[in-house]
């Protein structure tokens, strides 16, 4: 028969006894996690996140597409650029659909 022998718990942990610690929370990088809560609520249309591990700003377009569109940059001016772009891309797309043969320049 094989018998083991309990190791005698050190520290906070010991055996028969529920003791919890405290742990801290942080809270990291304020400063970009609020300017990406201001731009989404200034910015209608789109979910706007940053991300603390890639340290990237993320923008979801909550409008409808035809696939899913999400950009990521650096920078928060960065971001708005390309969302502006992707507004713009997605509105003369629109308009190319619903006018039918239209070219977009000619009149």
Do not use: N
């Amino acid at each position: 028969m094989i018998r083991r022998c309990l190791a005698r718990a050190r520290g906070r942990h010991r055996d028969g006894h529920a003791d919890t610690a405290s742990v801290p929370q942080y809270t990291w990088d304020h400063e970009a996690r609020a300017e990406a809560a201001m731009l989404e609520i200034t910015w209608p249309g789109w979910s706007v996140l940053y991300g603390t591990g890639s340290r990237l700003f993320h923008a979801i377009a909550t409008w409808p597409t035809p696939e899913p569109l999400i950009i990521c940059d650096r920078t928060i001016d960065g971001l708005k650029a390309q969302m502006r772009e992707a507004e713009t891309t997605a509105l003369l797309h629109r308009w190319a659909l619903t006018s039918g043969s239209a070219t977009i320049g000619h009149f």
